[in-house]
């Protein structure tokens, strides 16, 4: 099944504790993306990923850094979480090399920090 | 660079009533205009796109029209039933990027009551 899988799901943590959200798709997409959900701000897009090893920044990047070592990983990574970074996160996946085709998105990644 | 503002934020319509939203968009190269369903509790779907060569594309109970001089595309949805209930969103790809960063409009809360 075609598919981009995230973990984890739900995540509770403390301000200052590094962690990682894992992305993965199974299509074969080139193009990968990072957003964040917020009320009443709609979906943001915080990195974005054209093919192996090239990576941009979205509208939203600061606190958050990411890499693309393999076509089918994108891992979000936040170095020190703050409280601000409380938000629902959503991978997405499509194919070419830009944003002009329908977006496959995750189920979501729900982050606390406390 | 591209913004895209989208209205209303919520619409509540009576079932078999018909429901418009709209977005506006600010890059008159944009060329690609998906809309996404985001039912509570789970990730964006694409229901519809529309690339920028037509004027308006359907889909059973789902029409997008696009007016390119006004810089504006709407979602049609006739019929509606309860289950179309969800936010929707609209979005639109940035030129000055290469179509790499894509925009997102903030959401419409749609409900059908019965």
């Known amino acids: 099944e075609a598919q981009v899988t995230q973990n984890p799901r739900y995540l509770i943590t403390v301000t200052g504790k590094k962690l990682t959200v894992t992305c993965s798709q199974n299509?074969?997409?080139?193009?990968m993306s990072w957003y964040r959900q917020d009320p009443g701000l709609g979906l943001r897009q915080i990195y974005y990923?054209?093919?192996?090893?090239?990576?941009d920044k979205g509208d939203v990047p600061e606190g958050y850094k990411v890499s693309r070592k393999e076509k089918r990983n994108f891992p979000l990574i936040l170095e020190s979480p703050s409280p601000n970074q409380t938000s629902l996160y959503f991978c997405?996946?499509?194919?070419?090399?830009?944003?002009?085709?329908?977006?496959?998105f995750g189920d979501g990644t729900r982050l606390s920090i406390l | 660079g591209e913004n895209v503002e989208q209205h209303p934020s919520t619409l509540s319509v009576q079932e078999g009533d018909s429901a418009v939203i709209k977005c506006t968009y600010s890059?008159?190269?944009?060329?690609?205009f998906p809309w996404y369903k985001q039912e509570l509790g789970k990730r964006p779907q694409l229901i519809i796109d529309?690339?920028?060569?037509?004027g308006e594309k359907k889909d059973q109970r789902i029409a997008v029209t696009l007016n390119k001089t006004a810089k504006h595309f709407s979602l049609h949805i006739t019929e509606t039933q309860p289950e179309d209930s969800a936010v929707y969103f609209c979005?639109?790809?940035?030129?000055?990027?290469?179509?790499?960063?894509?925009?997102f409009g903030t959401g419409t809360r749609l409900l059908v009551s019965p």
């Open positions: 997405a996946s499509s194919t070419g090399g830009n944003s002009n085709q329908p977006q496959h």
């Open positions: 299509m074969n997409h080139e193009y």
């Open positions: 990923s054209m093919n192996v090893e090239v990576t």
């Open positions: 890059d008159s190269a944009s060329n690609y």
């Open positions: 529309i690339r920028s060569n037509v």
């Open positions: 979005a639109a790809p940035r030129p000055n990027t290469g179509f790499q960063k894509l925009v």
